[in-house]
């Protein structure tokens, strides 16, 4: 060998390298399996092939074509070419199919591709390599831990040299790292799905009746990692108040969950067994957490609502180094109650904790937050309070479950965190109508 066919050889490995970094790249850069697999697919044309095609195993053996691929996108006919696939023949001859059973990578040339029986399976491949002009093909299967997730499918047309077998040792190099990359994704959304119901398990449902309407709200942040610290709880009190409990426990993963339940259970224990001012139950809490906790901290507000003898609610509370409660009268206008505002529980268990004494007007609106409602990355938290503040007037006189939908909806969007509502709507002066709305 010369040394000019040794430096094409040197060249041509450096970019096969070069080719399956990137393609490492653009898989880890998300944990969305479809934008994943799309990139990638744009990384690999035109240097491997003029089209690719990735399909995927779901949980019964159906078949989902993900994406499709040119590398001139006008080129792609009009039609959709991705979506579910007909049932897989179990023994079918089709390429794809023996693929997804584990056979490859396959290379084929154009009489191999339209090999196989007359299932809508097969005429389905041969339609997509019809209208895509295929003449060599690649079918590589996306295989790990011993398990097929799927087939990658490369393809050139007429125009380019075919396929050969040093090009399907590279592709089957991208598809166990494509194989990989799926798996990761498959187990975040497990890990993801098991956190979240974990969280929702521990929040209780709201009551069927009370004086007053009763509402509750929990979105989880659109990823794993961000599951686990916030939760809101409501309970009935033997002397016949009602506790209002909303926190963030500091961290945001599965741990940070389980933290939550155990301050939680140990909250509603001294609420109901020491029936003492909150403050007097949250330093309590504090001094509990730190002897068998430690190393964790928490925001909470404790609050103890209750109907005195004029007639009037009354709302105690101790903060805890929570966002404040924000009152919205049936008039619009609204207040933020943060005259008392403690320490976060975890860092000074010895603190005196302050109690705050609101009475609440007849059919105001009393919510509870965590701080996924009003904080953004690279926003201000003032503005962002301000704008709760607004909102929440425009809705003072909708329904309960639309006044929580609505704040959800509006200031929960783009939120990296999980978050929590707890609002009460109390009723009116006597003889006037009460707003029962509860859904948690």
Excluded at 175 to 202: G, I, K, P, Y
Excluded at 297 to 314: K, N, Q, T, Y
């Amino acid at each position: 060998m010369n040394g000019e066919n040794v430096d094409a050889v040197l060249e041509q490995a450096l970019e096969r390298l070069a080719l399956l970094a990137e393609a490492s790249s653009v898989l880890a850069s998300t944990l969305d399996v479809d934008a994943a697999l799309r990139r990638l697919c744009r990384v690999v044309l035109p240097p491997l092939g003029d089209w690719c095609a990735i399909d995927l195993l779901g949980e019964h053996a159906e078949v989902r074509r993900v994406v499709v691929v040119h590398h001139d996108m006008g080129s792609l006919p009009t039609g959709h070419l991705e979506g579910m696939l007909p049932p897989t023949p179990m023994e079918s001859s089709e390429p794809l199919a023996r693929v997804l059973r584990g056979v490859g990578p396959l290379l084929l040339d154009g009489a191999a591709l339209r090999s196989g029986g007359d299932t809508a399976f097969h005429a389905a491949q041969r339609e997509l390599f019809d209208r895509l002009d295929a003449h060599s093909v690649i079918i590589a299967p996306l295989r790990t831990r011993r398990q097929v997730l799927g087939a990658l499918t490369l393809a050139r047309g007429a125009g380019r040299s075919p396929l050969t077998d040093d090009d399907v040792a590279l592709v089957e190099d991208v598809a166990h790292r494509t194989a990989l990359a799926v798996d990761n994704s498959q187990l975040f959304a497990s890990v993801q799905h098991v956190a979240e119901r974990f969280q929702r398990s521990l929040l209780p449902p709201m009551p069927e009746s009370a004086p007053y309407g009763v509402a509750a709200r929990y979105a989880p942040a659109p990823t794993a990692a961000e599951v686990g610290g916030d939760w809101y709880d409501y309970f009935p009190m033997p002397d016949g108040a009602a506790a209002l409990i909303i926190g963030d426990v500091i961290g945001h993963d599965v741990q940070a969950a389980v933290k939550m339940s155990q301050l939680r259970n140990m909250l509603r224990a001294l609420v109901c067994d020491r029936q003492e001012p909150p403050g007097e139950i949250l330093g309590r809490l504090d001094l509990i957490s730190e002897t068998l906790y430690r190393g964790h901290i928490a925001s909470c507000i404790c609050g103890r609502l209750e109907l005195s003898e004029a007639d009037e609610w009354h709302l105690y509370f101790s903060n805890a180094g929570h966002p404040p409660p924000l009152l919205v009268e049936h008039d619009g206008d609204t207040r933020y109650l943060d005259d008392v505002h403690g320490l976060i529980l975890g860092v000074d268990a010895g603190q005196s904790r302050l109690d705050q004494d609101e009475i609440l007007p007849p059919e105001s609106t009393l919510l509870l937050y965590t701080d996924g409602l009003i904080e953004r990355p690279g926003e201000s938290v003032v503005d962002r309070m301000l704008y709760l503040r607004q909102h929440a007037a425009a809705l003072a006189r909708e329904p309960l479950d639309t006044f929580c939908d609505e704040l959800l909806a509006d200031l929960g969007a783009g939120s990296s965190d999980d978050i929590a509502l707890l609002a009460v709507r109390l009723p009116g002066h006597r003889g006037r109508s009460r707003d029962t709305s509860k859904t948690p």
